[in-house]
């Protein structure tokens, strides 16, 4: 059972990232997933979450209009696109499948001149 996290790297500031996370040993279809992530010398924070069908989202306040979470059921992905990506937006980002509390390994995002 694994969830992998892609798509990080280094990006300008207003430039735009999109991460992927792959469910491998289960299907994700069932479960809300999750998008979380932690700042250097930061707890781990909420970033979105999508239902199991993708009809509904939430996002973190200070993210919404920037961030967009979807998912591709048939292809076990979830998906956050990142635009408008600020300094204050480096961290690893995390996947998180919210029904069985499966983690994945993060993906760093640096956005810096």
């Known amino acids: 059972v694994q969830l992998v996290e892609s798509g990080g790297g280094l990006v300008q500031p207003g430039g735009s990232l999109r991460l992927s996370c792959t469910a491998s040993?289960?299907?994700?279809?069932?479960?809300?997933m999750s998008w979380y992530r932690q700042a250097p010398g930061k707890e781990r924070e909420w970033v979105a979450t999508?239902?199991?069908?993708?009809?509904?989202?939430n996002y973190a306040d200070s993210l919404k209009g920037r961030f967009t979470i979807s998912r591709h059921n048939t292809q076990n992905t979830v998906y956050l696109q990142m635009n408008s990506l600020k300094p204050e937006d480096t961290a690893v980002y995390y996947c998180?499948?919210?029904?069985?509390?499966?983690w994945g390994q993060g993906t760093q995002v640096t956005v810096s001149s």
């Open positions: 999508i239902s199991f069908t993708g009809w509904s989202t």
């Open positions: 040993g289960f299907t994700i279809s069932s479960y809300g």
């Open positions: 998180y499948c919210n029904g069985l509390g499966y």
